[in-house]
Nanobody, 129 residues
C-alpha cells in the first residue's frame, strides 16, 4: 500500500526548531516532487515548500523563506523539513505530499494541492510558550 508517513512534530517554544520527516513506502520518490503543506484550525490547507527530484530545486512561500529548509534523501526514500525560528503562527498540522514530475503544471504552480497524488496523515506542530 502506497504510504507517506510524517514524523517529528511536537510542542516547541517560539524561536525553537523542529525537523519533520516524510518517509515513503511501496513507491519510490525518485520521480516525484515532494511538498510540505500545513493546515491551521479553521483555515484552509496551504503550501509551505517543495523540492523537485532531479534538479533538487526548492520553493518556499514567503512566510517561511529563510526559516525553513526542505531537503530529500532519495536513497532513504525520505524528505525533510527543517523548521527554525518558529513562530506561534506556524502552529498547524503539517502534511507531506508527492506529485509526479510528469505534470507540467508543477512548474507554474509548485504548491497546487490538486497536483499532489499521495498524502501523509499529518503531524501536529504547536509553537507556544
Amino acid at each position: 500500500q502506497v504510504q507517506l508517513v510524517e514524523s517529528g512534530g511536537g510542542l516547541v517554544q517560539p524561536g525553537g526548531s523542529l525537523r519533520l520527516s516524510c518517509a515513503a513506502s511501496e513507491f519510490t520518490l525518485d520521480n516525484y516532487t515532494i511538498g510540505w503543506f500545513r493546515q491551521a484550525p479553521g483555515k484552509e490547507r496551504e503550501g509551505v515548500s517543495c523540492i523537485r527530484s532531479r534538479t533538487g530545486s526548492t520553493y518556499y512561500v514567503e512566510s517561511v523563506n529563510g526559516r525553513f529548509t526542505i531537503s530529500r534523501d532519495n536513497a532513504k526514500n525520505t524528505a525533510y523539513l527543517q523548521m527554525n525560528s518558529l513562530k506561534p503562527e506556524d502552529t498547524a498540522v503539517y502534511y507531506c505530499a508527492a506529485a509526479h514530475n510528469s505534470q507540467p503544471a508543477l512548474l507554474l504552480y509548485p504548491l497546487s494541492l490538486d497536483l499532489y497524488d499521495y498524502w501523509g496523515q499529518g503531524t501536529q506542530v504547536t509553537v507556544s510558550s
